[in-house]
């Protein structure tokens, strides 16, 4: 009888090295190891020649004996606050970028922090990981600076998810101008009384509503709400403040014939509310969002929302972090990176 090492079956496949890799796409070994290691410059087209051969062949790195070898460490630690869609699909984009440049990401996930210490207690046991570098969502209600700081204190590279606060590094989005474009596309459909509805302490999206106003030359419009004051609670991006929101819009003299909501949650309590009321969307008003969260392709009318992209927000964060790893110099105009919105046109405008 055969023994397993006899049988055709039995036999250990040959694990492949770099020195097969290489052979095999064509390029020399330093090439293939940059490429596989994730340290220093491969062009896009040979990367992708080297990572086709070493999945041919069955190559699979060993980080923990890569870690060994070059005193490194190849994890990368997140720390999050909200498993809300939006953030998911920046992590998803974010991991996969580091996936394919062989880092492995660990998630810590926090409670909404009622205060800084909260936050602290994650940051500090990230810190105990020893990672490569950090990637974070700012704190609910609270500045980065102090998370920065630390960081910096600890040597580790770091990236914050679209923060919007001077002297910290991130990716982040172009609300503004995102709800810029939104405003004038209604303006252009015709819409004379443009209202905006949310609170003017969040300036992000609002300055963006009256940059389109002085464009157009027109008075703003107001519909401020504020929360935990709104018939039936919430806070201010909830749906229940839009939905109550429409009886305020029910009750106005001289009634927005549009409204740009500060985000899709509070323009879809909206919609709900005019329906209950009897309003008809867009016929009596249109109605834009913020976000584009998967609700807003499944509401009647399917919602017009400006759109995050948050799966490329992730890929840049993880860009930004990767060249701060390699101890590439800070460019000229900052590690920061500002990624454009877009607006999606559905039923409600």
């Given at each position: 009888?055969?023994?397993?090492?006899?049988?055709?079956?039995?036999?250990?496949?040959?694990?492949?090295?770099?020195?097969?890799?290489?052979?095999?796409?064509?390029?020399?070994?330093?090439?293939?190891?940059?490429?596989?290691?994730?340290?220093?410059?491969?062009?896009?087209?040979?990367?992708?020649?080297?990572?086709?051969?070493?999945?041919?062949?069955?190559?699979?790195?060993?980080?923990?004996?890569?870690?060994?070898?070059?005193?490194?460490?190849?994890?990368?630690?997140?720390?999050?606050?909200?498993?809300?869609?939006?953030?998911?699909?920046?992590?998803?984009?974010?991991?996969?970028?580091?996936?394919?440049?062989?880092?492995?990401?660990?998630?810590?996930?926090?409670?909404?922090?009622?205060?800084?210490?909260?936050?602290?207690?994650?940051?500090?046991?990230?810190?105990?990981?020893?990672?490569?570098?950090?990637?974070?969502?700012?704190?609910?209600?609270?500045?980065?600076?102090?998370?920065?700081?630390?960081?910096?204190?600890?040597?580790?590279?770091?990236?914050?998810?679209?923060?919007?606060?001077?002297?910290?590094?991130?990716?982040?989005?172009?609300?503004?101008?995102?709800?810029?474009?939104?405003?004038?596309?209604?303006?252009?459909?015709?819409?004379?009384?443009?209202?905006?509805?949310?609170?003017?302490?969040?300036?992000?999206?609002?300055?963006?509503?009256?940059?389109?106003?002085?464009?157009?030359?027109?008075?703003?419009?107001?519909?401020?709400?504020?929360?935990?004051?709104?018939?039936?609670?919430?806070?201010?991006?909830?749906?229940?403040?839009?939905?109550?929101?429409?009886?305020?819009?029910?009750?106005?003299?001289?009634?927005?014939?549009?409204?740009?909501?500060?985000?899709?949650?509070?323009?879809?309590g909206f919609l709900a509310g005019l329906h209950e009321l009897g309003f008809q969307v867009p016929k009596d008003v249109a109605v834009v969002g913020f976000d584009d969260r998967r609700a807003a392709s499944l509401s009647w009318p399917r919602l017009t929302t400006v759109a995050q992209p948050s799966h490329e927000l992730g890929v840049a964060a993880a860009e930004i972090l990767l060249r701060?790893?390699?101890?590439?110099?800070?460019?000229?105009?900052?590690?920061?990176?500002?990624?454009?919105?877009?607006?999606?046109?559905?039923?409600?405008?």
């Open positions: 009888m055969p023994s397993l090492a006899q049988s055709g079956t039995g036999n250990p496949k040959k694990v492949a090295g770099l020195k097969e890799i290489a052979a095999e796409a064509g390029v020399s070994i330093r090439t293939a190891a940059r490429a596989l290691n994730g340290q220093g410059y491969v062009g896009a087209q040979t990367r992708k020649r080297i990572e086709h051969a070493a999945a041919k062949l069955g190559y699979s790195p060993n980080r923990i004996a890569r870690s060994l070898r070059t005193q490194k460490s190849y994890e990368i630690a997140i720390a999050a606050w909200s498993t809300d869609e939006l953030h998911i699909a920046k992590i998803a984009g974010f991991e996969q970028a580091m996936r394919r440049a062989r880092y492995a990401v660990t998630i810590l996930m926090g409670q909404q922090p009622d205060t800084e210490a909260a936050g602290r207690e994650v940051l500090e046991t990230l810190l105990e990981h020893r990672p490569a570098g950090v990637a974070a969502f700012p704190l609910p209600g609270a500045t980065m600076t102090a998370t920065v700081e630390r960081l910096a204190a600890a040597g580790i590279p770091y990236v914050i998810f679209d923060s919007r606060g001077e002297g910290v590094d991130s990716a982040r989005l172009d609300r503004a101008q995102g709800v810029y474009e939104a405003v004038l596309y209604l303006a252009a459909k015709g819409h004379q009384r443009i209202a905006y509805l949310g609170t003017r302490d969040e300036p992000s999206r609002l300055d963006g509503y009256l940059r389109a106003f002085s464009h157009l030359a027109r008075k703003p419009c107001y519909m401020e709400v504020t929360p935990g004051t709104q018939p039936g609670g919430g806070g201010l991006d909830s749906y229940e403040t839009g939905r109550a929101a429409a009886w305020t819009f029910a009750e106005m003299a001289e009634r927005p014939d549009a409204v740009q909501a500060y985000s899709d949650e509070m323009a879809l701060k790893i390699a101890g590439e110099p800070e460019p000229p105009s900052g590690w920061s990176r500002t990624l454009p919105t877009r607006l999606m046109v559905r039923e409600s405008a």
